[in-house]
């Protein structure tokens, strides 16, 4: 599957209008999340699957009722590869002013359904296979004799298993992301259970099957068995592309950004992967090919504060800032943003006035992300804590008129935080 | 090969010598003399056997000595020099031989050895002068020689023990020296040996009959020669045969001088003479081709020996030779130079045919010349004084090679693109050229560069452009080194690409590039490796680490600056490491070969990085990092432990040792009386110190550095000030420490902050009243910080104390045990022993361990006596 997604992301040739598109609307300077938007810098590194959800919520932030001309171009071409024909003659449609689709797309539409037809016909009898527990039953761990089983009684060959593949690549171009997801499960169990993994073109297939159904996993929000394939896909990296460090490195940051999704949308996953995301290798990878994940690893790493609190975990939630703090220093002069900056503010030049500047923009950065947008609240408040928590450790006297607007809090909420975030209690207030 | 010729250049080489010997150059004689001492004994032997050789073949042709003579007579006056040379000579080999017979009467092996050589050597020149003959007293000696040294080892074989060992080594490295060297005169040894008084008359004779003869001679010859030239081109050539140069004899007259190549008597001065007349005469240019090759490896030839340099004059007639090649190559494509895949052919008479695909090849190779021309430069430029005049002049003749290099890049590239050769070139011809070229880029700013690029693409021809390095391209230089390096890193490998990819890292250094350059530094993972690789990469390495740290100081990075280059100038050896200059080193023993070899490696004057502002550089940092670490630390020994610079320590010891302190003289002053200040909390007065430090001119943009410098000091100032006397304080306004430093409130109160934050203050900022209030209790007063190292101390030293029991009863514990051994069987007996060590024998408990059970009832018994 994934073949579909290296050639794309090796040479788009789409990219490059694409990216134009989206640097279009970073122009406006008033802005903080236009200015600070990822969104060109992201998409090549995702899939064209993968970007349509990001650009979707750009277009749903957009104020205007209609949506802005760029984006639906930027969708068109992102989307003019795949098999959507429907929804890409629509699209076509808008961006030529026209009220009806092109004719060429419902050929192109025939075109479609007549090679799916083909491709069920072709798979149907090895997904039978795979249905029939007699089968099955009769499958064993020894790899020749499974293939020879088959070959025998049931008439498969490996262009059959093949098969199974390019369909659920179709599939997947289709926009059909279950029935991929399943048809590439199937290959790989099947590719597991008939071939040894000498083969290399299998291999690459294998590696590619896994990168699809992470992708399909993740457009059917289907978190949890998306982080196995995280798991599978992280796996498959550090062993078979041992030798290959560049396509390691790229490889790393295209998985750093796919799990993005379940990163912020899938609350256990979170832990897991700030752990991935700060493991030798992939902060290193951040550090070298995209240091602006950095946002998203501050922000996880700053709304974890919530969660680790009462779990005795404390220790090591200063730990990941420690390290966060680090980072964003060393890398400070590849990237910042208000995410990055408040965190310098605090924690490198300790001062709080241009942390709570910092807040209040990353606020709506935040708000205007897609990643980040369902952790807002969390990040707002957790941030307040940080301020006030390392505020109170240095200060032994503290005027609260002056440290509220700080935390962009009423009066008495401010008191409120203080509290809480103020971990060594006989500090005296001063009204 | 024709005797003629080789008579010819014999003869021609030794007047040239003879000149070294009676002019006032005596001194190079001297030189060249002792670097041939030093090369090996075998080595010398080797030559002088086959110096031998060639004397036994011309010495059969007696009749050739006159034409060997006329040869000589080109020039008058060298004549009469040849005759008191020549006497001189034989004056030298009667003393070395009385030497040598005077050692024999004392058996003295070292010295009889030692003038053996001597007298070897001296030989050559002589046997010269007498047509290959070697001289009668010569034959005696050695005659005499060989008797003595067979009598003394069938002597010493009788009684063994009676030579000293260098005596016994000299003996037996002489006994195989004339074993080897007499067969060569079996003849005229036997004849000695049979008559010695008749051998020796008819010595005399020989002796005195060719020198009357020469004058004779000498004018005629002078006539015909003279005639020759004016006809056009005869000259005399050896054997007294005029020698035409015609454009068909001339692949001739090649051979010929290519056979002569190598040999230790050809004249290459005369063989350049003789190819510059053949070139006048070429008329294709595949003959112009082949001249131009052989005249210009003879003009490298000139300077193989180490120690010499190539004259200007001859540099400069290479390097247009070099560039008249590539204006051929440039005009006709149809003829190529190649490093693989031709030969020449066989004929001389035959014209070459070109190859089946249209081209002709010439076997050559244009990098190697070019650079070579840039290896002599270097060599030049190493051996002239910086400050001279000189200095200067070579050095402008680096645009010219420059040029060159570019211009055999471009031929290479076009080799490489050339699908019609036989044999598909390397791509390693090209990496090299690339690689001169970086190499003569890395290290200069980019508007020098641009003036260097520009004037050599004036002199490449318009038609000619590059793939690599487009002539559309050449004004962006940072673009220009980006492209070359990174086509390295893609076509060549292992070491090219390692220096590619420093030099690379150095031009962004010089450019202020830090990050890029430090991302990459750290990218290249070469600081694993880099120790494996040859030593002139090492010190590009080191030269790279080095810019990279002065990078980051004028970026004001300060931490970066002294971690980057704390391993050069930590090391005190910043003068070998960079190769910029001899370290006199009192105490270690370097051979002359490795001198020699670090002469070699040493970088011109131009390439140098400023020691002394390197110094400056690192010192400052080390002390804007140190003082306050310091005044951290305070008493507390466990902290003061933590060194971020041994020799800045150092340096400050032996500072604050001297009893009287002078104004401060140079940079090192300096920066020491400044960290004094700085420590004392004076930060404007160590801002002076630092800031009259004149090196810093020398930066670009110093007002800025200075600038940072300042606030830097400020800040560490504070720092240092609040961790010295912080208890002293209880509480302390902002406002007041602000004003003190002059640094703004908002500035104080984040330095303060983070102290407090990172836990190196044990203070509290007070919002309401702007005050620092500072914890006490928490700073150990000065008398429990004392009472801590005394307590520290003391368990020091019942350490030690222990340690030197350890060692003392280990050596009482095996004695227990061999008493024991002995004594347990005999009851008690070991007991007397024990008492006496009773003490002892516990403390080993701990120590030895393995005394076994013995030993504790002995311990044990010796101090229940000892209570008693």
């Known amino acids: ?431 | 090969m024709s005797r003629f010729f080789h008579g010819d250049s014999s003869s021609d080489s030794s007047s040239d010598e003879e000149e070294l010997y009676s002019g006032d150059e005596a001194t190079k004689a001297a030189e060249a003399e002792s670097s041939e001492e030093d090369s090996s004994e075998n080595e010398g032997d080797d030559s002088d056997s086959s110096s031998d050789d060639e004397g036994g073949k011309t010495g059969a042709s007696r009749f050739l000595r006159e034409a060997s003579d006329d040869s000589d007579e080109e020039d008058e006056d060298k004549v009469t020099v040849v005759k008191s040379a020549k006497d001189k000579r034989f004056d030298e080999l009667e003393g070395t031989i009385r030497l040598l017979e005077n050692a024999q009467k004392i058996s003295d092996w070292n010295a009889l050895n030692e003038n053996y050589d001597r007298m070897n050597r001296q030989l050559p020149t002589l046997q010269r002068d007498l047509d290959g003959k070697a001289p009668k007293m010569y034959i005696k000696s050695i005659a005499q020689l060989e008797t003595q040294v067979m009598e003394a080892f069938e002597k010493q074989k009788v009684t063994p023990k009676k030579m000293n060992p260098i005596a016994q080594k000299s003996m037996n490295a002489l006994r195989q020296k004339i074993r080897k060297n007499n067969k060569e005169y079996m003849t005229d040894l036997e004849a000695y040996r049979k008559d010695p008084e008749e051998f020796m008359k008819e010595d005399v004779v020989e002796e005195t009959a060719p020198a009357p003869k020469k004058p004779k001679k000498k004018l005629l010859d002078n006539d015909t020669t003279l005639d020759a030239n004016d006809e056009g081109f005869t000259m005399v050539g050896a054997g007294g045969k005029a020698m035409i140069y015609t454009p068909e004899s001339i692949l001739k007259h090649l051979r010929t001088i290519l056979e002569a190549r190598g040999r230790k008597n050809t004249d290459r001065l005369e063989q350049i003479k003789i190819m510059e007349r053949l070139l006048d005469v070429a008329v294709t240019d595949y003959q112009r081709i082949r001249v131009l090759l052989m005249l210009i490896a003879t003009r490298f030839d000139l300077t193989s020996g180490t120690g010499s340099q190539m004259s200007q004059e001859q540099w400069k007639l290479a390097q247009q030779g070099i560039a008249q090649l590539l204006d051929i190559l440039e005009e006709h494509e149809e003829i190529v130079v190649v490093d693989s895949g031709a030969e020449n052919p066989e004929d001389d008479e035959k014209a070459p045919e070109p190859s089946i695909k249209g081209v002709l090849e010439i076997p050559g190779s244009v990098p190697s010349f070019v650079e070579r021309l840039d290896d002599e430069l270097t060599r030049v430029l190493q051996s002239i004084d910086p400050h001279t005049a000189e200095y200067v002049e070579r050095l402008q003749d680096e645009p010219s090679l420059y040029s060159n290099l570019v211009r055999a890049m471009l031929y290479t590239e076009r080799l490489k693109a050339n699908d019609k050769l036989t044999v598909p070139q390397p791509q390693e011809s090209i990496n090299r050229v690339i690689m001169r070229r970086l190499e003569h880029l890395y290290f200069k700013p980019a508007s020098v560069v641009t003036v260097l690029e520009e004037g050599t693409w004036k002199s490449v021809p318009e038609t000619l452009d590059s793939k690599i390095t487009p002539r559309s391209e050449g004004t962006d230089i940072n673009n220009l080194v980006q492209t070359l390096a990174v086509y390295l890193f893609k076509n060549a490998e292992g070491i090219i690409r390692a220096r590619a990819m420093l030099c690379q890292i150095y031009f962004l250094a010089l450019h202020d590039q830090y990050y890029k350059s430090r991302d990459m530094m750290l990218m290249s993972h070469l600081q694993d490796t880099i120790a494996s690789f040859d030593v002139n990469t090492q010190i590009l390495f080191n030269r790279t680490l080095t810019q990279v740290g002065l990078c980051a100081f004028r970026q004001g990075l300060v931490y970066e600056c002294q971690t980057a280059l704390q391993d050069i100038c930590g090391s005190q050896r910043q003068k070998e490491l960079l190769a910029q200059g001899l370290q006199i080193q009192r105490y270690s023993q370097i051979t002359p070969e490795q001198e020699r070899l670090e002469r070699q490696r040493q970088l011109p004057f131009h390439m140098h990085i400023n020691l002394e502002l390197l110094e400056c550089v690192y010192l400052t940092c080390s002390m804007l990092l140190e003082i306050p670490t310091l005044a951290q630390a305070g008493s507390s020994p466990e902290l003061r432990k933590r060194v971020i610079s041994k020799s800045y320590r150092r340096m400050l010891e032996y500072h604050e040792r001297q009893i009287f302190t002078g104004p401060p003289e140079n940079t090192r002053d300096h920066v020491m009386q400044a960290s004094k200040a700085l420590a004392a909390g004076e930060w404007k007065k160590a801002s002076d110190f630092i800031l009259s430090i004149k090196i810093w001119e020398l930066l670009p943009d110093s007002e800025g550095i200075k600038a940072m410098l300042g606030q830097q000091i400020q800040e560490e100032g504070l720092r240092t000030y609040l961790f010295t006397y912080a208890p002293f304080y209880d509480t302390l306004q902002v406002t007041k420490l602000a004003e003190m430093f002059e640094l703004g409130q908002q500035k104080v109160t984040a330095l303060v902050s983070k102290m407090i934050h990172h836990e190196e203050l044990a203070a509290a900022l007070d919002q309401v009243n702007g005050a620092i209030i500072f914890r006490k209790g928490v700073e150990l007063s000065r008398l429990q910080s004392l009472a801590l190292t005394l307590s520290d101390k003391a368990s020091g030293l019942i350490e030690s104390n222990e340690r030197v029991l350890e060692q003392r009863t280990q050596g009482t514990a095996n004695a227990f045990e061999r008493q024991g051994g002995r004594g347990g069987r005999g009851g008690r007996g070991g007991r007397g022993g024990g008492r006496g060590r009773g003490g002892s024998g516990f403390a080993s408990r701990g120590g030895g361990g393995q005394g076994g059970g013995q030993q504790f009832t002995g311990g044990a018994l010796g101090s229940a006596i000892r209570a008693q």
């Open chain 1, 1 to 431: 599957m994934a073949d579909a997604h290296v050639p794309h992301v090796a040479h788009p040739p789409s990219a490059e209008d694409i990216l134009d598109g989206a640097s279009g609307q970073a122009d406006g300077p008033h802005n903080p999340a236009k200015q600070h938007s990822l969104l060109p810098k992201m998409i090549p590194h995702l899939d064209r699957h993968l970007v349509f959800p990001l650009i979707q919520f750009e277009e749903d932030q957009a104020d205007e009722e209609e949506p802005p001309a760029e984006l639906v171009q930027l969708k068109f071409e992102l989307l003019k590869q795949t098999n959507m024909t429907d929804f890409v003659g629509d699209l076509d449609a808008q961006t030529q002013g026209l009220s009806e689709r092109p004719a060429e797309y419902a050929q192109k539409r025939e075109e479609v359904l007549q090679r799916r037809e083909l491709f069920q016909e072709e798979s149907s009898k090895l997904q039978d296979l795979l249905a029939d527990p007699d089968v099955l039953n009769n499958l064993r761990s020894d790899k020749v004799a499974n293939l020879n089983y088959l070959k025998e009684n049931h008439g498969v060959t490996v262009e059959m298993v093949n098969t199974l593949y390019d369909f659920g690549q179709f599939q997947y171009s289709c926009g059909d992301y279950h029935s991929a997801s399943e048809l590439l499960y199937s290959f790989r169990i099947l590719v597991n259970l008939l071939f040894t993994s000498t083969e290399s073109t299998d291999n690459d297939k294998l590696s590619a099957a896994t990168w699809g159904r992470l992708a399909c996993e993740i457009l059917t929000t289907n978190w949890e068995s998306a982080m196995e394939e995280v798991q599978k896909v992280r796996e498959n990296i550090d062993q078979r592309l041992f030798s290959n460090p560049l396509a390691q490195l790229q490889h790393r940051a295209w998985l750093i950004h796919w799990s993005l999704f379940p990163f912020f949308n899938h609350e256990p996953a979170r832990e897991t992967l700030t752990e991935l995301f700060f493991s030798p290798t992939y902060i290193n990878t951040i550090q070298t090919v995209c240091p602006w994940i950095l946002r998203y690893l501050a922000a996880a790493v700053i709304t974890n504060r919530n969660r680790n609190f009462g779990k005795n975990s404390g220790g090591q939630y200063q730990k990941q800032i420690k390290d966060l703090v680090r980072i964003v220093r060393q890398e400070g002069y590849e990237y910042s943003d208000p995410v990055t900056d408040f965190v310098r503010a605090l924690y490198v030049d300790f001062d709080f006035e241009e942390a709570q500047k910092k807040l209040v923009e990353a606020d709506e950065i935040l708000r205007s992300d897609f990643f980040l947008v369902a952790a807002a609240d969390a990040f707002k408040d957790s941030a307040r804590h940080l301020i006030s928590e390392s505020y109170c450790k240095i200060h032994q006297r503290i005027d609260i008129r002056q440290v509220n607007p700080l935390l962009v809090l009423p009066l008495a909420r401010g008191l409120l935080t203080l509290e809480q975030g103020s971990l060594q209690p006989p500090w005296s207030f001063a009204r």
